[in-house]
């Protein structure tokens, strides 16, 4: 939507962010990454575009950003190939929706890649303020089957 502050708390190489950018008039793009290395990528891919944008290296599951601060968030998230078992999978879930939830705005809406949905829907039960509007199921990304899962920030 036109105007909105959009994060992707998990954007690799910004391309979630830069798809943001070209779809209309935004109020700041903000993105972060473990990764120092995706950070570099992602600033390079924007250069002197699509501003206003704030790219910077964090841990998702510990956003240094303000409480009721966005309005859209959406990310790729974790599938469970290449971070640990299913359990840390789960934990990883459950505070990253923790984040997710202390970060967005009543009403805003976030929308979520995810490939363990059990795992996803275990965590989603832990934070009262989200809650599941819509679940696309069966996507298939690289032959990979995945869901997309959209939530709403109720009333706190």
């Known amino acids: 939507e036109d105007g909105d502050t959009f994060l992707d708390p998990r954007c690799g190489a910004g391309t979630i962010l830069i798809e943001r950018a070209m779809a209309g008039r935004l109020k700041m793009l903000i ?15 924007f250069g002197n575009r699509h501003k206003p944008w704030n790219i910077r290296e964090w841990d998702a599951k510990q956003l240094p950003l303000e409480d009721n601060t966005i309005d859209k968030i959406v990310s790729n998230l974790p599938w469970g190939r290449q971070y640990g078992s299913r359990g840390d999978l789960g934990r990883l879930y459950a505070r990253f929706l923790s984040e997710v939830a202390r970060v967005q705005r009543t009403n805003g809406k976030g929308v979520f890649l995810v490939g363990a949905w059990s795992e996803f829907r275990k965590a989603l039960s832990t934070t009262n303020e989200l809650r599941l509007v819509e679940h696309l199921k069966k996507i298939s990304v690289l ?8 939530l709403k920030r109720t009333n706190r």
């Open 143 to 150: 032959g990979r089957r995945a869901d997309i899962l959209v």
């Open 31 to 45: 993105g972060g990454d473990i990764s120092q290395d995706a950070i570099a990528h992602a600033r390079a891919n």
